[in-house]
């Protein structure tokens, strides 16, 4: 935990934003033990899904009939 709370200080320092999506049952339990975790989903930063997360970004997720997942791409002139 100590290495992630690093790399996460070290990339909020370099104003880049930090999120943390689709943390699993195994993995919570020990996240919650730490501030930053609290101070991240204080932000609204934590994320049940990777979805969820480049949704909030406000990348568009198409979902075709087969219900696959795909981000939308455009096309640039």
Known sequence: MNAL????NTNK???????ITSAGPLIIPV????RWYYDLKGQNLVFNS???ALESLGFEIDKDISGVK?????KFA
């Open 5 to 8: 709370e690093e790399i996460i």
């Open 13 to 19: 320092a370099r104003g880049k934003k930090v999120i």
């Open 31 to 34: 996240l919650v033990k730490t």
């Open 70 to 74: 795909a981000l939308k791409t455009y």
């Open 50 to 52: 990777t979805t969820e």
